[in-house]
Each structure stands twice: as C-alpha cells, then as structure tokens.
C-alpha cells in the first residue's frame, strides 16, 4: 500500500528473479517534478539544477536510458521532456559537455552491454534492454564498440557463476 500511496497507481509483487512495476503507459508522458537522488542523499532537488552540473546531468541521463531504453522511448525529445526541459536547451547543454545525445546513449549501451553480458542473460534480452529493435542491430552496434561480437566476448570472459 506504501507503494501505490507513493506511485499514485496500482502496484503488484509477484515471485521471480526480477522486481517488475506495471502502471499505466500515459504516466511516462508526464513531465518529472524532482529527479530522484543517489541512495544517502536526503535532499530533493528540483530538475531545473539538472542542467547546472554536469555530473549530474550526465548521471540523471543514465537513469533515463536504463528505462527509457527497455520501453522503445530512447530518444532526445523523451530525455528531454522527462527532464522537463526543451529537447534544444538539452542540446545545448551537452554541446558545452563537448557531447552529443547520440554520443551518450553510445558510450551508456557500450558499458551496460558489457555489465550485462557478464550474467546469463540472453544476448536477444540483452539487445532488448538496451532498447534495440532486433539482436542484429545489437551485435553490428557491439562489433563496432569492442571489435568482436557480443557471443565471443561473453565466450572469453570464461564460465560464469550460476
């Protein structure tokens, strides 16, 4: 019940590997009002000083991939409407960074395809997760990134932990 108080939706547990959270799909076109905060820090902070640092804009972007990415909506209008600001005046912002939206989403999928490879997901979940739309796309991507396929570099890192 603390959940849905705090959610404002419906909110289920059920038994499995992974913690899932089901809510109406019209929620993720709602602006954000606060950006969620590392664990140990106490204080909330608006979105606009997202755009005051870049550490944590860099940080918050992160965040918006990793569930951005698993729904199909990884795209610099969404980002941007998420952190409740202008798609242009993100643009800009990491145009001072010396970056680009598409460098970011690049160099996240790059680390967390490597993260991800290290379990037993499969490589078409993998793929999935970091919001491809068919494995082949993933694999070319992944090529391009680490010069092998994803298949061998999971074969080379040896037996995994069950």
Not at 80 to 88: S, Y
Request: charged share 20%.
């Amino acid at each position: 019940r603390l959940y849905e108080e705090k959610l404002r939706c419906a909110v289920s547990f059920c038994p499995g590997r992974e913690t899932v959270l089901s809510f109406d799909a019209l929620w993720l076109a709602r602006p954000n009002r606060v950006l969620a905060l590392p664990v140990g820090v106490s204080t909330v902070v608006p979105v606009a000083p997202v755009l005051a640092d870049d550490a944590t804009l860099h940080w918050s972007l992160h965040l918006i991939f990793e569930v951005a990415a698993m729904s199909g909506r990884l795209s610099l209008l969404d980002s941007a409407q998420t952190l409740g600001i202008p798609p242009r005046s993100l643009q800009r912002r990491l145009a001072q960074m010396d970056s680009t939206f598409e460098t970011l989403v690049e160099e996240w999928r790059s680390a967390r395809a490597i993260v991800l490879l290290t379990g037993d997901m499969p490589i078409q979940h993998i793929a999935a997760r970091l919001g491809y739309s068919h494995p082949a796309h993933f694999t070319r991507a992944f090529h391009r990134w680490h010069g092998m396929a994803p298949a061998r570099y999971r074969d080379r890192l040896g037996p995994r932990l069950a």
